[in-house]
């Protein structure tokens, strides 16, 4: 799509039939798929909003619920990071 300025600057000298319906189509096609990436950014952009209403509905409906979850995947996190950190003993069986 960036390229699509040089491709009509290049192509404005040949007024030939078949070099102006190409470029059309290609000016069709890139301000459609323009629209489409806006319309999907958008899109994306109100998914994660709503996934943010609805996480901090569910912590303000059970914030011990909410606290147990974040207690839970910190100490997952810290045993798998002390278990990475750790150097390499053997406790049975030398």
Do not use: C
């Not at 039939?17 to 899109?43: C, F, H, I, W, Y």
């Not at 709503?50 to 619920?65: C, I, K, L, Q, R």
């Amino acid at each position: 799509m960036s390229d699509s300025p040089e491709l009509h600057e290049s192509t404005a000298q040949a007024q030939t039939p078949d070099v102006q319906g190409l470029r059309d189509r290609v000016n069709q096609t890139v301000s459609s798929a323009k629209s489409a990436m806006s319309e999907v950014g958008e899109g994306a952009a109100d998914a994660i909003k709503n996934a943010m209403v609805s996480a901090d509905d569910f912590v303000h409906e059970n914030p011990w619920v909410a606290i147990g979850v974040v207690a839970g995947i910190a100490g997952a996190v810290g045993f798998l990071a002390g278990l990475v950190a750790a150097p390499k003993r053997r406790y049975f069986w030398n």
